[in-house]
């Protein structure tokens, strides 16, 4: 994967905010002005003093052509059990100055500018011990002068964070999102990564798993790998299908050392990761999401499963994968039914606790298509911060299932004629309604979400063909029940959801 760089004046936090960003990736840490200072055996103001700022800038340029090159994916190596390459790297303030730096930098990593406002760097900087000799003597004077000079330089960088008013750890998950990065260990250690499919390692003795609608589009992507067809669709997700791959990998010569990679939705990533989890008693498995709703939701968190009759997922297991690598160039050929979908889990997520992405949801399908990045990258960001905090569902992970009581027995009762989002857009405002009748949810909360969902083209009211009692036939059959009670995660407000164990399910759906 590629290297992170964190650029910026003098005094934004560099060092200290790349240090715990590196720390949170598991990834190694460089500050290239100390690794200048350590080839050099001299410290930078020495440098300065002795030969000059060219010369340092000549000493810049071949430190980060020694850790810029990127041979091999980190990810392919941890895979294997090998090692890291790619880094986290602090840069000095005017290391990408050059053309020739700055094109080094951009093809071997991100780039996120770190900027402040003047009081804070002057604060920061008269308090830092370390000599910074451009910026001596008229600490003011000459740091007015030198971001007046660079303005244009700065503003150029398209990812930028503003560092005021927030500790290195906020800042640092912040800098996570803008960029895609997740390590996540509270259910084995794996890596969340938002980036492209020629970045997908395939290691030795792996095989591929997708549908036949996914294959057509994007099978070719993926080299060097045996690959598995199965019939797409929600009707195949069942034991039939399990035991067909099960088979495939026997024939195939997989065993304990081998990586399965599943290429496809929500159902792909189920069926391959409940298969994966118990052949041979668990082997290597690796995700890349190619829908929308597989990325936002389905292909994080280390659940896996299939359905029987009587409900969706019942049967599963907790088996997290290596890797989830989300491409989102790969959403570009989805129909608008499936990316309108997908939209539900993401609307759902900024109901549990982003309200900035719920209004983003509002700007309408033109938006959304035109910033599928933005809202992979916010959505996934959602639903690691609560899978990390509650692995196994214990408390706060049950919030996820927000609209999905309902939403799971509506769209089995349809037949799957709804699609998964269709019905969870319609189970979240059901419940949305249920918490405002019961005084959990403020007055307004169900039409925003309603509101929101609408201008996506998602369906918010129960279709009227569809049998009550069915639908609450299969409520009870959830996988979320207890003996007396199911659990429902309620929207109190917009960003922030309430867990309720309900008894009278016929006071949720109300009538129709």
Not at 371 to 376: A, I, N, Y
């Amino acid at each position: 994967m590629p290297h992170l760089f964190l650029y910026g004046p003098p005094g934004t936090g560099k060092t200290t905010i790349g240090q715990r960003l590196a720390e949170n990736l598991r990834l190694p840490f460089i500050d290239l002005d100390s690794l200048i200072e350590s080839q050099a055996g001299m410290s930078i103001p020495q440098i300065m003093a002795e030969q000059g700022e060219t010369a340092f800038r000549d000493m810049e340029t071949a430190a980060l052509k020694s850790v810029a090159p990127l041979p091999m994916g980190r990810v392919l190596e941890r895979v294997e059990g090998v090692g890291v390459r790619d880094s986290v790297i602090a840069l000095g303030g005017g290391a990408l100055l050059r053309e020739e730096n700055r094109a080094l930098a951009e093809a071997s990593g991100t780039v996120i500018l770190l900027t402040a406002e003047m009081e804070t760097l002057l604060e920061r900087l008269s308090a830092d011990p370390h000599q910074r000799p451009l910026l001596a003597g008229d600490l003011r004077g000459k740091l007015t002068f030198l971001l007046e000079a660079r303005k244009e330089h700065y503003a150029s960088f398209p990812l930028q964070l503003r560092v005021d008013g927030k500790s290195a750890e906020q800042l640092a998950r912040q800098i996570q999102v803008i960029a895609g990065r997740h390590h996540l260990s509270a259910m084995g250690e794996y890596d969340v990564v938002v980036g492209q499919i020629s970045n997908l390692p395939t290691p030795p003795n792996s095989i591929l798993v997708t549908d036949e609608n996914v294959a057509k589009h994007h099978l070719d992507k993926i080299k060097g790998v045996k690959s598995i067809l199965i019939p797409a669709g929600e009707e195949h997700k069942n034991l039939e299908t399990v035991s067909r791959l099960w088979r495939a990998f026997l024939e195939n010569g997989l065993d304990r050392k081998s990586t399965v990679i599943a290429l496809g939705g929500g159902v792909v990533s189920d069926l391959t990761g409940f298969a994966a989890s118990t052949y041979m008693r668990g082997v290597d498995w690796i995700t890349v999401p190619t829908t929308l709703l597989a990325m936002a939701d389905a292909s994080l968190g280390g659940k896996t499963g299939i359905d029987l009759p009587e409900g969706k997922n019942l049967i599963g297991s907790f088996h997290p994968p290596r890797l989830v690598l989300a491409d989102p160039s790969l959403l570009l050929t989805l129909n608008d039914r499936e990316l309108r979908s997908g939209m539900a889990e993401v609307v759902k997520h900024g109901v549990i606790s982003d309200p900035e992405l719920f209004e983003m949801c509002s700007r309408g399908m033109d938006w959304v298509k035109a910033s599928l990045e933005t809202v992979v990258k916010r959505a996934m960001a959602v639903k690691i911060q609560i899978i990390e905090a509650d692995p196994y569902e214990k408390g706060i992970r049950a919030s996820l299932n927000l609209g999905h009581t309902v939403g799971h027995a509506v769209e089995l009762v349809s037949g799957f004629k709804l699609s998964h989002g269709e019905a969870v857009a319609i189970g979240m405002v059901v419940e949305a309604r249920y918490a405002e009748r019961i005084g959990m949810a403020k007055a307004g909360v169900s039409a925003a979400i309603a509101g929101v969902l609408s201008s996506l083209g998602l369906p918010v009211e129960i279709p009227n063909e569809l049998p009550r009692e069915a639908i609450l036939r299969a409520m009870r059959v959830d996988k979320k029940k207890n003996a007396k009670s199911i659990r429902f995660a309620l929207p109190a407000e917009i960003g922030r959801v309430e867990l309720v164990e309900v008894e009278t399910l016929e006071e949720v759906i109300g009538k129709w």
